[in-house]
């Protein structure tokens, strides 16, 4: 369940039209990945995900498997 903050970001997100068009422009660009892709699209890209995502990435610390199944 959502908290009431929660709720509030997540409607201030979409209120957002910046957020919308980058959206878009991943959605779009993912349905591109097939062909060719060109620098200045891939630093587009990489700019809207940064856009989207601005903190780095928390480092995890590593799990050990003592028995794995295949």
Do not use: G, H
Not at 14 to 42: G, H, K, Q, Y
């Amino acid at each position: 369940m959502l908290s009431e903050e929660e709720k509030q970001e997540l409607k201030e997100m979409a209120a957002s039209s910046t957020l919308r068009e980058e959206f878009r422009t991943l959605r779009f660009n993912s349905r591109d990945m097939e062909s060719r892709v060109t620098v200045d699209a891939l630093v587009q890209w990489l700019t809207a995900v940064s856009r989207i995502c601005p903190n780095p990435v928390q480092p995890r610390p590593f799990v050990r498997y003592l028995n794995v199944k295949i």
